[in-house]
């Protein structure tokens, strides 16, 4: 993202946080109104506008705007923990438990890996990178980490990077399903007819 974007994008959202935190909902919605406009896909604008909701006492509003928020991230605790507590009061057991299952798969990777993983998924890539290579220097082969190092060399066109990554990722886990996914893609992007087939065939098998 052109950092100009971004720091508009940024400047908007912290002025709705704000007057979220200085108990002004609906000052907060018209600005995320204007940020929704501008930058349709930022998550965290709608997890900030279901937090509005949320303080607005308007709990089907605040369901749909925290469902999209993790629709477009799936990285974002906060939504996840506010729908389990939202999908409990309306009574819905289904959602709860999927929101809750959410909630139990973020809290076993570590933090860094989580707010980089949110990062990607809002496009702000170099954060994301340089974020998660910290952690690879620090604690080394950790697979959730390297297939999001690996996802980041694909959204760079770094391909023959991503497909060593991934194929990392694999060795290490071969059951990991997502990334074989994934890897499958970057071959098709590669050219690679016969091996992403041979991933497809894999992936079917499951």
Sequence with gaps: MEPDLRRQRDLLYRRAYDQRMQGDAPAALLTLEELERLHPRFSRLFQ???????????????????????????????SWNMLAGLFRMTRQEKEQRNAEAHIVTLAKQPPDVVTANALFEDGDLTEAETLIRGFLARHGHHIEAMRLLARIGVERDAYQDAQLLFEGVLDLEPQYHAARYDYAQLLIKRHLHAPALEQTRLLLQT
């Design 48 to 78: 900030e506008r279901g937090l509005c909701h949320v303080q607005l006492k308007q709990a089907p509003e605040a369901i749909d705007a925290l469902v999209r928020a993790v629709n477009l991230n799936p990285a974002l605790p906060v």
